[in-house]
């Protein structure tokens, strides 16, 4: 059975600074695409960052030049290395995986998914 757990969330002023990672089990996912999604409250769940099996990625334009997406495949791991943060990125940021190796922004090509890690701002 695959597994995804997130971990690194937490409460931070604007500006600071957060790491998520996200452990998979279950399956290695070396050769399978990854991301991270976010939902804030009363919002649709979008697409922050993904990346493909070797290595390519995509952020979407709100946290471009702050975010950055990467992945250890020995470890089965993904990170967001989140800086600046902003009131806006509050939201619950899930780690997603899918069995396919090109990265999408769509949440419906994703077929695994952890539970979430809060993310707060405070301004």
């Known amino acids: 059975q695959v597994h995804l757990v997130e971990s690194g969330g937490g409460l931070v002023p604007a500006g600071g600074s957060l790491t998520l990672s996200c452990v998979a089990s279950?399956?290695?996912?070396?050769?399978?695409?990854m991301g991270w999604f976010r939902q804030g409250p009363g919002e649709e769940r979008e697409f922050a960052a993904v990346i493909g099996f070797t290595g390519g990625t995509a952020c979407r334009d709100s946290v471009k030049g702050r975010f950055t997406i990467s992945r250890d495949n020995a470890n089965n791991m993904v990170y967001l290395q989140m800086n600046t943060l902003k009131p806006e990125d509050t939201a619950l940021y899930y780690c997603?995986?899918?069995?396919?190796?090109?990265?999408?922004?769509?949440?419906?090509?994703?077929?695994?998914w952890g539970q979430g890690t809060q993310v707060t701002v405070s301004t």
């Open positions: 997603a995986a899918r069995r396919g190796p090109f990265p999408s922004t769509s949440r419906g090509d994703y077929e695994y």
């Open positions: 279950g399956r290695s996912f070396s050769d399978s695409a």
